[in-house]
């Protein structure tokens, strides 16, 4: 059977064709449903809680909104969240723009607001390019559940060094938005070689054993058949 980490690879080359191809059939009304579920699920998905409200999630919005002036798909509002109580350091763009960051990642990963706006630019990209609405067509047509948790699971698995064409689209678009709210764009490359040395840091076999993804790996697992 193929080791989770190569399912996660498969997941993102497969996802990259909807992209390339166009080829997502969701319509916007299964986008906002997905969406409303998929922030429910998003503790179980995750672990943790989330928090809709307080001075971080404030700060996430005054740093957030101003950069989605510059979105294509002006039917999208986007909003932000807090998960506390996680040990995962990630961000994550759910469909119709719910944006998730998570704790670990503000406190450990962001020493200043321009890469605190390099991630939710990175984040509100992916819902503005339909990054999210692929992995919901792909997370369809391998499951026969309409299980948020799988699109969830199957959309962060799929990320960073699995899926470099739909990252450096995300980065591209996301460094032009920062850039024209005057951040510098040095602290976006300072954040992203930061992430890229921590993840190169560890071998192959670590990378196995210790990877911050490795209980959404097993729920994908258990839940569809790739």
């Known amino acids: ?113 321009a890469q605190l706006a390099t991630v939710l630019g990175h984040e509100i990209a992916h819902v503005d390019l339909k990054h999210n609405l692929a992995v919901y067509e792909y997370s369809r047509r391998i499951s026969d559940k309409d299980n948020p948790v799988v699109m969830i699971a199957v959309g962060l698995l799929s990320r960073g060094v699995y899926s470099t064409k739909r990252e450096a689209h995300a980065d591209e678009v996301g460094a032009t938005w920062i850039h024209k709210k005057k951040y510098s764009t040095m602290q976006s490359v300072a954040l992203w070689n930061g992430l890229d040395k921590d993840r190169n840091g560890d071998s192959k076999e670590e990378e196995k054993e210790e990877n911050p993804f490795g209980e959404l790996i097993e729920i994908a697992v258990k839940t569809i058949e790739v």
Do not use: C
């Open 1 to 113: 059977k193929q080791h989770p980490i190569g399912q996660a690879r498969d997941a993102a080359s497969q996802i990259d064709r909807i992209i390339l191809s166009q080829d997502s059939r969701v319509t916007r009304e299964e986008e906002i449903q997905w969406g409303k579920e998929s922030l429910g699920e998003i503790e179980e998905a995750m672990g943790g809680r989330l928090v809709r409200s307080g001075s971080i999630v404030d700060y996430l919005n005054d740093v957030g909104q101003p950069l989605t002036k510059y979105k294509e798909r002006k039917e999208i509002s986007y909003k932000f969240y807090l998960l506390e109580d996680t040990d995962v350091e990630n961000a994550v763009a759910l469909p119709d723009g719910h944006i998730v960051v998570t704790r670990p990642l503000f406190d450990n990963w962001l020493d200043n607001e």
